[in-house]
């Protein structure tokens, strides 16, 4: 069976760091490049993050660039996502999908999500 | 950054009844475009890739057309459980795009 599992999420100030953690199983990890979604409240969604299967190419929106840093743990089967300087705007629940190879079908399976509220 | 545009923002129809949705881009995406559900409380689940590709899974009741700019979302007749929020995506280009979403609710 096919599982992400995301982990890491909580309540942070603003300006302050969390790591999420995206656990692949099911499948062949390395078969497919990775990326996080993440959907504000009562919002749509919002593509943050791409990350190759190889880790050669490291893609961020705008909105994140110079803040965010993703990365993959092939061995462990995991993606990361270090969130820094971390805004109000930033609150959101953050999904981990995968992609077949470095550029097929996008999000054809999604994680549950983990909620990250940034708030003093 | 290609802009993702759905219509209508939200479509009060009855269990049965016949949906269709649009996506227009804002320059060509080929036809690397996705259709997205997403239900209250969870994650979304991928329906259609590339225009017209039913996903792993997905009925047969639903169906994708277009290619470059205008696309559409079909349920040829709506089932209790289709009741939810679509959104498309396309990954013809960086940044990856997804429109805003339409809602599906009951009449």
């Known amino acids: 069976e096919v599982q992400l599992v995301e982990s890491g999420g909580g309540l942070v100030q603003p300006g302050g760091s969390l790591r999420l953690t995206c656990e692949a199983s099911g499948f062949t990890f390395t078969s497919y490049s990775m990326t996080w979604v993440r959907q504000a409240p009562g919002k749509g969604l919002e593509w943050i993050s791409y990350v190759s299967i190889t880790s050669s190419m490291i893609y961020y929106a705008d909105s994140v660039k110079g803040r965010f840093t993703a990365s993959r743990d092939n061995a462990k089967n995991s993606l990361y996502l270090q969130m820094n300087s971390l805004r109000v705007e930033d609150t959101a629940i953050y999904y981990c999908?995968?992609?077949?190879?470095?550029?097929?079908?996008?999000?054809?399976?999604w994680g549950q999500g983990i909620l990250v509220t940034v708030s003093s | 950054e290609i802009v993702l545009t759905q219509s209508p923002a939200t479509l009060s129809l009855s269990p049965g009844e016949r949906a269709t949705f649009s996506c227009r881009a804002s320059q060509s995406v080929r036809n690397y475009l996705a259709w997205f559900q997403q239900r209250p409380g969870q994650a979304p689940r991928l329906l259609i890739y590339d225009a017209s590709n039913r996903a792993t899974g997905i009925p047969a009741r639903f169906s994708g057309s277009g290619s470059g700019t205008d696309f559409t979302l079909t349920i040829s007749s709506l089932e209790p459980e289709d009741f939810a929020v679509y959104y498309c995506?396309?990954?013809?280009?960086?940044?990856?795009?997804f429109g805003g979403g339409t809602k599906v609710e009951i009449k």
């Open positions: 999908a995968r992609r077949e190879g470095d550029s097929g079908v996008c999000f054809d399976f």
């Open positions: 995506q396309q990954r013809s280009a960086w940044p990856l795009t």
